[in-house]
Antibody, heavy 125, light 107 residues
């Protein structure tokens, strides 16, 4: 079954760090762009950032709210995606989802077709 | 940033009803819009991409239309399993953004 499984969430104090992982299975992980999306309790979805593939030098994009604090990386040999979160704030409290980018022909990123189940991050003292 | 405004934010409907949800973009996004369904405690599920293409496995009662700045998700005959929250997303430019969501509840 094609799936993504996140791990690494938990409780962390403000100013702390956390690293989330997303393990992929049953698809060629090296091909698609991959994204992180978060959802604060009772709120809507917020895009966090994207990492492109090796062909595009693994370049990244970030939401303004996390730029400079969060870093997205991937290890294609391990079919894994990562989100390093530093200088965490209370407003970073959310369920974090990894998601696979869907391509339509040569066009990348037309939708997120596979999502993980999410991992909860709570930033609180 | 491109803002997406969904309306209504809340909708009460009965099984069998035709339901429409609108997503308006603050600037043109061509057809780079996707719709997702989310049930409580679950991840979003892709329904529609590039505004009007039905994702594989999604029932045909779901349809999408629009381009530019106005988009519509239609459920032709609401089923019990369709009670959920629906989100639109633009993938035209960074930062990618989502609408505020539309919660569809049972009347």
């Amino acid at each position: 079954e094609v799936q993504l499984v996140e791990s690494g969430g938990g409780l962390v104090q403000p100013g702390g760090s956390l690293r989330l992982s997303c393990a992929a299975s049953e698809f060629t992980f090296s091909d698609p762009y991959m994204d992180w999306v978060r959802q604060a309790p009772g709120k809507g979805l917020e895009w966090v950032g994207r990492i492109r593939d090796k062909e595009h030098s693994y370049t990244t994009e970030y939401a303004a709210s996390v730029k400079g604090r969060f870093t997205i990386s991937r290890d294609d040999s391990k079919s894994s995606l990562y989100l390093q979160m530093n200088s965490l704030k209370t407003e970073d409290t959310a369920v974090y989802y990894c998601a696979r980018n869907m391509r339509l022909g040569a066009t990348r990123g037309v939708a997120f077709d596979i999502w993980g189940q999410g991992t909860m991050v709570t930033v609180s003292s | 940033d491109i803002q997406l405004t969904q309306s209504p934010s809340f909708l009460s409907a009965s099984v069998g009803d035709r339901v429409t949800i609108t997503c308006r973009a603050s600037q043109g996004i061509s057809s780079y819009l996707a719709w997702y369904q989310q049930k409580p405690g679950k991840a979003p599920k892709l329904l529609i991409y590039v505004a009007s293409t039905l994702q594989s496995g999604v029932p045909s009662r779901f349809s999408g239309s629009g381009s530019g700045t106005e988009f519509i998700l239609t459920i032709s005959s609401l089923q019990p399993e369709d009670f959920a929250t629906y989100h639109c997303q633009q993938l035209n430019s960074y930062p990618l953004t989502f609408g505020g969501g539309t919660k569809v509840e049972i009347k």
